[in-house]
């Protein structure tokens, strides 16, 4: 398995529902030390979107500004009640639990993936700031 582009389209971002599935696709992560996002579906018919920085590498960081910025997206997606209350919105780790459909997990995930490597355009779209 090939590591994820930067931009990700929505599309190849991998689904790792289920436990060997969440350890493929995070140990192909930390083998090529890049940020690991992916998608997983609940019990409840709903999606979780996770990403972790931490198999990119110590190099890897989330910057103060950038953190705040997905940090924001993540509040103002539990205040639309798109995601449940108990987000993790990092530095580190990142985890949105229900999520309806898994065309918008998918585009969240995208749009997190790109943040995570400093591109805050397509989290702005998928999650446009209130004005």
């Not at 931009?7 to 696709?25: E, K, Q, R, Y």
């Not at 930390?30 to 992916?38: G, T």
């Not at 949105?96 to 355009?121: F, I, T, W």
Request: proline content about 8%.
């Amino acid at each position: 398995m090939q590591p994820l582009p930067v931009p990700c389209p929505a599309h190849l971002i991998p689904d790792a529902t289920g436990t060997d599935a969440f350890h493929d696709v995070y140990r192909n992560a930390m083998a090529h030390n890049v940020v690991f996002v992916a998608i997983e579906f609940e019990r409840r018919r709903r999606w979780i979107v996770k990403a972790d920085t931490l198999t990119a590498g110590s190099h890897h960081a989330v910057t103060g500004d950038l953190n705040e910025a997905v940090r924001a997206a993540i509040t103002r997606l539990v205040q639309n009640r798109e995601v449940d209350l108990d987000a993790y919105t990092g530095p580190i780790y990142f985890m949105m639990h229900g999520v309806q459909s898994e065309e918008r997990a998918r585009e969240l995930a995208a749009a997190l993936h790109a943040a995570l490597y400093g591109d805050l355009e397509p989290l702005a779209r998928a999650v446009p700031p209130t004005p």
